[in-house]
């Protein structure tokens, strides 16, 4: 079984700055892409970043140039760091990791339980 762990979140005045962690712990042959989805109530789940094994990075436009994912694979955990915050970033920001479990499956979506990141003054 794979779980992923959340940390971080909270309260923050627009302007400021959050960081998220989230681990992955379990049976794990192989970690693919990591990152971060968000999700407001009433709204639709959204990307904010994903990190490929090697580093490669992609942004929404929403965050772009103001958040940052990043990966230890040693650590099987990704980061989200998040600057500049605004109101509109309030949310549940939940991981996501492509995990294969073992050499003889295939790779399978894993989420996180989510973590809310309010930005409010």
């Known amino acids: 079984q794979v779980q992923l762990v959340e940390s971080g979140g909270g309260l923050v005045q627009p302007g400021g700055s959050l960081s998220l962690s989230c681990v992955a712990s379990g049976s794990i042959f192989s970690i693919y892409t990591m990152g971060w989805y968000r999700q407001d109530p009433g709204k639709q789940r959204e990307l904010v970043a994903h990190?490929?094994?090697?580093?490669?990075?992609n942004y929404s436009g929403a965050v772009q140039g103001r958040f940052t994912v990043s990966r230890d694979n040693a650590k099987n955990t990704v980061y989200l760091q998040m600057n500049s915050l605004k109101p509109e970033d309030t949310a549940v920001y939940s991981c996501?990791?492509?995990?294969?479990?073992?050499?003889?499956?295939?790779?399978?979506?894993?989420w996180g339980q989510g973590t809310q990141v309010t930005v409010s003054s």
């Open positions: 990190i490929s094994r090697g580093g490669t990075t």
């Open positions: 996501y990791a492509l995990i294969r479990s073992s050499a003889s499956v295939a790779a399978n979506d894993y």
